[in-house]
């Protein structure tokens, strides 16, 4: 009976010892798979067929298209240029002066003018590249100029120049603005015309250069001089 004995335990010994010897190394037998051994790793490495492929794009991940991604600069066109839009680059054209229905006439020193209402702000904000509305009552119609230079003389006065547009190469605009008034002088084949423009109050006054030298030529400046009596030579 003790053989018999002796003889199952050493069977349950070496059944024990098999056991031990060909159980998995991990502690958890469910988490373990081939392809998390060292072996197995490696063959899957040295196999060019059998590695895993590259971690998927933002395509391939699921992302939306509507996500914005920067653009291929080689594949992206130039920006097309802005519209040049004439009004956006014309200039606003102001007029210096205007004259509501009839010009009321009136005198300066003795010369006939015309008295009409300026724009003192105009006149005020006046810069290269303006287009001024001339009006002149004699020629009954409005010139139109552009300012096309400026310079600065004494005691802050600016003076801008530029051509008559539609008109002779001669014509030509000059306005000089002081502090108290802004002088406007017009030179046209018609005529040579002269505004002067209250800053503060915008009273204007208009002369032609036609009737100052008209007022000149009827006035006697001689000045009179006493005769002297001449004697004949004595002898």
């Known amino acids: 009976m003790s053989k018999a004995l002796a003889f199952v335990a050493g069977i349950a010994v070496v059944i024990a010892a098999l056991l031990f010897l060909f159980a998995p190394v991990s502690s958890d037998p469910e988490s373990a798979s081939p392809a998390q051994t060292p072996e197995a790793g490696t063959r899957a490495t040295d196999n060019p067929d059998t590695r895993e492929p590259p971690a998927a794009g933002l395509a391939d991940a699921g ?23 004439p009004s956006r680059n014309a200039r606003p054209v102001v007029s210096l002066w205007r004259t509501d229905g009839d010009p009321e006439k ?25 287009q001024l509305a001339l009006q002149l009552p004699d020629l009954d119609r409005t010139l139109s100029a552009r300012l096309e230079s400026t310079h600065n003389q004494l005691n802050d006065i600016q003076v801008f120049r530029g051509p008559v547009s539609g008109g002779h190469e001669d014509d030509n605009v000059v306005v000089t603005r002081g502090k108290k008034s802004t002088y406007v002088v017009i030179s046209t084949r018609e005529g040579v015309y002269s505004a002067v ?8 006054t208009l002369t032609s250069e036609t009737d100052i030298q008209d007022n000149l030529a009827g006035e006697d400046d001689a000045i009179p001089v006493p005769g002297v009596e001449q004697l004949p030579p004595s002898g």
């Not at 992302?63 to 839009?85: C, G, K, Y």
């Not at 300066?108 to 303006?130: C, F, N, T, Y």
Request: net charge negative.
């Open 63 to 85: 992302v939306p298209d509507n996500v914005s991604r920067w653009p291929d600069p080689e594949a992206t066109s130039a920006l097309p240029a802005r519209p040049n839009s």
């Open 106 to 130: 009136t005198e300066v020193d003795g010369v006939p003018a015309i008295r009409m209402k300026g724009d003192q702000e105009a006149a005020a904000s006046l810069h290269v590249g303006q």
């Open 197 to 204: 423009i209250d800053n503060e109050t915008g009273d204007t």
